[in-house]
């Protein structure tokens, strides 16, 4: 009996290789290569033959089943699949080259990819493939170790500037309340949160335990200083409210006081009002100022009443000046002294005029007094050179009076000079006057030693 004849089974259309890759024993995700021309599958197809229905890849003396073979030409899929896989390779070091992969991505690249070349799902230069692959690994590998490298320092870069943040955070918290400016120091605490926060967005990432240490001390020395910050204030308001209250007496006394018009006593009282205002401290500025308005107001109102006070008896004052002045010149008539009995009388009653002729302004009072004085007391030197006539004992003295008073004289003279030469008229007045005196007192010396 003849055996019948097999009939043909349909051949499936052969898979695409991601197909293939999908259901290798280790899959590999493989990029798709835009164009792949006949010599190149060709050449790859060298390295693969078909052994019953599977396609075994020829790797030097090792036979590998990559899959089943499938379709007319069952080698194809498998070449393309090394194709893709070769270029995979070579992207993977163009990446490596333009620095695009971090050191997880290239691990996890370089695991892929030796998965694939181990235990192969494709048909070509496996060897070739290797080798080639060998060097972009250990290239791989230094680009991750710098990588590595670039980022610890970077991680450690981050870690110092946090670590200064935080240590200036703990510097400002351990100030002593005395020492703490609070404007400044407030504003700085906040610059360095902000700091923190910058770092966090734009700086390296730490290791979490060594940011959360981190960040537990900055918020201890925040809220430390918050406190102390807190504490000062409460006890700034205190404070501010305990000189606030003896300012407001103080000005409340200054008002009562405001239109006294017991001149001196009053002046007085201003101003040990004022000490007490310096030694009551300051307070909060926008409520000292306005009880500083108050107080001065207060104290201004009384002095400008007093002094108008003051312009207005001086010019009472003033109608007496006359009556005085004419007595003053009618006094100092008598000097030189011709006849002392008569200047004796004459002057009594001259002082008599003098005193009945009321006060005057204190400025023109005093000049008054000292010219009236000055005659009188050349008079009573007269009356007492008189007494001593004829005496030698006195006579002695006299004449050294004499002298002295010409030495006294001379001395004048030249003051006289600076004065007028330094245009003092102030001083070229009494000078003028303490001479007229003393010549005056000289010619009565000489006057009785002859």
């Not at 240590?167 to 700091?195: C, F, S, Y």
């Not at 009562?256 to 018009?261: G, I």
């Not at 306005?290 to 107080?295: H, I, P």
């Not at 006849?339 to 009072?365: S, T, Y």
């Amino acid at each position: 009996m003849t055996p019948a004849k097999p009939r043909p089974i349909p051949r499936p259309k052969a898979p695409s290789p991601t197909a293939l890759a999908a259901h290798a024993t280790h899959p590999v995700k493989l990029p798709v290569v835009d164009h792949i021309t006949p010599e190149q599958i060709a050449a790859a197809s060298a390295f693969g033959v078909v052994e019953g229905d599977q396609v075994v890849v020829l790797d030097g003396d090792t036979r590998t089943p990559v899959g089943p073979a499938i379709g007319d030409e069952p080698l194809a899929p498998y070449a393309k699949a090394f194709i893709e896989l070769a270029a995979a390779v070579e992207r993977f070091h163009a990446r490596l080259v333009g620095a695009e992969l971090s050191p997880k991505d290239i691990d996890d690249s370089l695991t892929t990819l030796r998965s694939s070349l181990d235990t192969p799902t494709v048909v070509g230069n496996l060897a070739a493939l290797r080798a080639r692959f060998g060097i972009v690994e250990a290239e791989a590998n230094e680009v991750a170790e710098k990588v590595r490298a670039e980022r610890a320092a970077a991680r450690a870069e981050a870690a110092a500037s946090r670590e200064a943040i935080v240590a200036q955070a703990e510097e400002l918290a351990a100030k002593p309340a005395a020492h703490v400016h609070w404007k400044n120091d407030t504003a700085r605490m906040r610059d360095l949160l902000e700091e923190w926060k910058e770092a966090q967005r734009t700086g390296a990432r730490m290791a979490k335990e060594a940011e959360r240490a981190l960040w537990k001390r900055f918020t201890h020395a925040r809220s430390t200083f918050e406190k102390a910050r807190k504490a000062h204030f409460a006890t700034l308001d205190k404070e501010n409210s305990t000189v606030a209250g003896a300012k407001e007496e103080l000005v409340s006394r200054a008002e009562a006081l405001a239109t006294s018009t017991d001149w001196d006593a009053t002046a007085r009282q201003f101003k040990q009002l004022m000490d007490q205002w310096r030694a009551a401290g300051r307070g909060r500025r926008s409520v000292d100022d306005a009880l500083w308005a108050r107080f001065q107001a207060a104290q201004e109102g009384f002095f400008a009443a007093r002094r108008a006070a003051a312009e207005h008896e001086e010019e009472a004052l003033a109608a007496n000046l006359p009556a005085k002045q004419a007595a003053v010149r009618d006094a100092e008539a008598l000097v030189p002294i011709k006849d002392l009995r008569a200047a004796k009388r004459d002057l009594r009653a001259i002082q008599d005029r003098f005193d009945g002729a009321g006060e005057v302004p204190r400025a023109d009072a005093q000049k008054l007094v000292r010219r009236m004085s000055a005659v009188e007391k050349a008079i009573r030197e007269a009356d007492q050179a008189a007494w001593t006539t004829r005496n030698p004992e006195i006579e002695a003295r006299a004449s050294g009076a004499a002298a002295q008073l010409h030495a006294a004289i001379a001395a004048l003279e030249r003051e006289l000079a600076s004065a007028k030469s330094a245009k003092n008229t102030r001083k070229v007045k009494e000078l003028t006057e303490s001479l007229a005196v003393r010549k005056a007192w000289l010619k009565q010396i000489e006057a009785v030693a002859k």
